[in-house]
């Protein structure tokens, strides 16, 4: 945002020097990228009148001028033709310089003696573009002598600041002078609106249909008649050159100077150019077309809302008019219109058409509905104060639901608490109030926040606009007034280290992959049709069609991972991830998704199935958790019979065991894969991170090995469970030592070798105590499994 500080002094009584004013603004939040000097290199360049013209007498392209430059009379020879007898313009005069550095001196042309210099516009550094050919003819009398940059308002300096995207009511002279006075503690004066004729009414020269209400919470026309299309007065062009905008005609230039006055974009329509003299304010029809401003013909969709009349497109809301209706010079009715539009709609459209603008960079940031009656209306007292038409009668105003001041309640000890400082309850609310806040009450204010502060919405804001404008500089550096508390891990997170410690500790290596992948692979690892993983949430934005879906599983990804490393000539590996899985209620989406905590392991070459289980039982030691079982089972990604599930407390957590052969072939693996994938979320739950110490036992041990021949599909797991069943507290131990398959035992069946310890923690154990349980826990074995004691 260019701000131009003459300008600015319109609206706030500002005498400070400008470092003391940059300085300010950024420490009270409105940070200041540069400060540019208008007319900084012009020396000893004056006001001078033209009180004589002749012809050169040895050059018929030269004429020779008589200057009264206050005091004294310059002879100066210029190749101008648009000068005048009694035209003020502006004279370099002997040893002075341009804002090219160009040094200007006295010397001769043709013979004849010329002591200085007669400008052009672009001589003094002015946009050649919004001035006639030749010398700068000044607008009216000025004090001869005069220094050429207090006329032409060369003196000035341009302030540019980095507004940010929340805080859009800066984009605007009045937002920048609303900082301005709150900063140094100024009076705020805001422009007249005051319109004087008001002859006739506007709905007699025009009507107005808001189809698109959700894209346009609020539509404003006036109407401008008997209009005089010309050039802005000086000082307008200059205001508008200024804040990097090119003068191009009085309306046109109005409704600039309001935009950059007010931050609230307007545009004008020729009444002449629309059908039915209608606006009609609806979305695009698709493929439908339009020629803007720039005389570029767009194709729209019916995302993109338009003004149109009752036929044709007459402008892209929020970016930018139609060449069909704009201001032309016999231009004589026009339409002021001011409106409000969905900064999303226009920041997609904007960005679609490839078209930015002042007004759609306005748009897109939000804009306050508030503003728009204020604009219209200046712009009609500019169009009084330039003569340049008459304004009619009334306003269209189509404003169906108005937007009205939030009310927030402030603690004033809160302020206290969050700053570290004790700022007086009165300054509080004179800080408020010179931004525009209506401020009641005493310990507990009510805060009415006005409607172009749309950043301002819980009380840590209210407060930082109280810390900013009182001075951040003037909060003392201290320790925080409170007590402090002991940082560390929750249990989840405690958790999750022993998990990574543990795997680590075992040799697997952390693996990290993207969460996105693609449909194809449930059909790689033989998900069927019917299988819930496939419910997997779709990407709006995808990266490309290999990640447009959230994973459901990670086993693919830890699939990829082995067969990267495997074609990459490392033959064996063991990897482990802990990360996200993103399961759906249902699709579409109406509720978050459930992102779930998921441990998946996979090793492979020299390892088979029994090496995953004990990585996994390790893994159980370290979390505390006992009553866990493997137990055989089937699904459809892994290989049949070579399958389990890990349950805790009779719970399923996942699968474990090989992968199916067809799936390997899938990933391009050709050696056996071995993967679990577990509910981290559920292992969470069973972890016993509460460990209680007891002392060492009082009593012997005994042990006691037993063999049981077993049919094939009885597991290991089976018969433990029965043994410390059947035990009870007496069984501190029980390992198995050895499996046993050969001539001396039948086909189909296997021997299995158990070593139990027994224990009592209230008495040493007899040969009676042991031999009663021993035979229980064989009887149990002998009637559930059909175990048979092998001797």
């Known amino acids: 945002m260019l701000v131009p500080i003459k300008w600015l002094k319109d609206y706030v009584d500002l005498d ?95 013979g004849l003696e010329s002591n200085g210099m007669l400008c052009s516009p672009e001589e003094l550094g002015l946009n050649a ?34 507004i940010t995207n929340n805080r859009p009511d800066c984009l605007s002279m009045l937002g920048i002078a609303r900082e301005t006075a709150a900063t140094f503690g100024l009076k705020m004066n805001y422009p007249s609106i005051e319109v004087s004729g008001k002859d006739g009414d506007v709905s007699d020269y025009i009507s107005v249909d ?41 309306i046109v230039d109005i409704t600039n100077y309001v935009m950059l006055e007010t931050g609230q974009p307007m545009h004008a329509y020729d009444l002449n150019m629309l059908e039915g003299n209608k606006i009609v304010v609806r979305r695009a029809k698709d493929n439908e077309k339009i020629v803007t401003l720039d005389e570029i013909e767009r194709i729209l969709d019916n995302k993109t809302l338009v003004i149109a009349d009752e036929n044709k497109a007459i402008g892209i809301a929020g970016i930018m008019g139609g060449y069909n209706s704009e201001i032309k010079e016999d231009t004589k009715t026009i339409a002021f219109e001011a409106a409000i539009f969905d900064s999303v709609n226009v920041r997609l459209s904007s960005k679609k058409l490839g078209i930015r603008t002042e007004a759609s960079s306005r748009f897109e940031k939000g804009l306050d509905a508030a503003m728009v009656q204020f604009a219209i209306d200046r712009a009609c007292h500019l169009v009084e104060e330039l003569g340049a038409g008459e304004v009619v009668g009334g306003m269209i105003d189509i404003y169906p639901t108005r937007k009205e001041r939030r009310i927030m309640n402030l603690r004033t000890e809160r302020v206290k608490w969050l700053l570290g400082v004790d700022i007086p309850v009165d300054k509080m609310k004179k800080i408020l109030e010179s931004l525009e806040f209506k401020v009641s009450g005493v310990g507990i204010l009510e805060v009415s926040v006005p409607t172009f ?33 002991q940082g560390g891990r929750n249990e989840k997170q405690r958790i999750r280290e022993i998990v990574r410690d543990n795997m680590t500790a075992q040799g697997l290596f952390e693996t990290c992959t993207y969460t996105f992948v693609s449909p194809s692979v449930f059909n790689q690892i033989n998900c069927k049709a019917e299988n819930p993983l496939r419910k997997a949430i779709k990407i709006i934005n995808p990266l490309g069609e290999d990640q447009s879906i959230m994973r459901t599983t990670i086993i693919p990804n830890m699939l990829e991972v082995i067969s990267r490393n495997y074609n990459r000539k490392i033959t064996e590996g063991m990897f482990y991830e802990l990360s996200k899985v993103y399961l759906a209620e249902e699709l579409p989406l109406k509720d978050l998704a459930h992102e779930r905590d998921t441990l998946i392991i996979g090793i492979y070459g020299d390892k088979d199935f029994f090496d995953l289980k004990g990585i996994i039982e390790n893994l159980m030691d370290d979390l505390n958790i006992t009553n866990y079982r493997v137990l055989p089972s089937n699904n459809e990604s892994f290989h049949p019979g070579r399958t389990a599930e890990l349950l805790i407390n009779n719970k399923r957590i996942g699968y474990l065991g090989e992968i199916h052969p067809d799936v390997l072939d899938n990933y391009d693996i050709p050696t056996r894969v071995y993967i679990a994938e577990l509910d981290f979320e559920e292992i969470v739950l069973q972890t016993n991170l509460n460990i209680k110490y007891k002392p060492l036992p009082k009593y012997p041990s005994i042990q006691r090995d037993i063999a049981v021949v077993v049919s094939e599909e009885i597991t290991a797991g089976q018969i433990e469970e029965i043994i410390r069943n059947k035990g009870g507290k007496l069984v501190e131990e029980v390992n198995l030592f050895d499996i046993y398959r050969g001539s001396q035992i039948e086909e189909g069946y296997k021997s299995m070798a158990y070593s139990i310890i027994y224990r009592s923690e209230e008495k040493t154990l007899t040969e009676e105590d042991i031999t009663k349980v021993h035979n229980k826990i064989l009887n149990s074995l002998a009637s559930q499994v059909g175990a048979i004691l092998r001797s």
């Open 129 to 162: 573009e919004s001035f006639p050919d030749g010398i700068y003819i000044l607008d009216k009398e000025y004090p001869l002598g005069t220094d050429i940059k207090k006329v032409l308002g060369l003196d000035d300096k341009i302030v540019e600041f980095e």
């Open 16 to 110: 400070i020097d400008i470092k003391d004013y940059v300085d300010g603004m950024t420490m009270s939040g409105t940070k200041v990228e540069s400060v540019e000097e208008v007319g900084q290199n012009i020396d000893k360049v004056v006001v001078g009148k033209i009180i004589e013209i002749t012809p050169h007498p040895n050059a018929d392209s030269l004429l020779v001028t008589k200057v009264d430059v206050g005091g004294e009379i310059l002879q100066i020879i210029t190749g101008a033709n648009n000068i005048k007898v009694n035209n003020y313009v502006p004279v370099a005069l002997h040893g002075s310089t341009l804002p090219d550095g160009t040094k200007i001196k006295k010397g001769k042309l043709r």
């Open 453 to 485: 502060r749309d950043d301002v919405t819980i009380e840590a804001d209210l407060i930082e606009e109280i810390a900013r404008i009182y001075g951040y500089d003037n909060i003392p550096s201290k320790l925080m007034d409170t007590t402090f508390t």
């Open 210 to 250: 808001v189809q698109a209400t959700d894209l346009c919470p609020r539509f404003a026309v006036r109407v401008i008649k008997n209009v005089e299309v010309k050039s802005s007065p000086a000082w307008m062009q200059d205001r508008l050159l200024k804040a990097g905008v090119r003068p191009i005609n009085n």
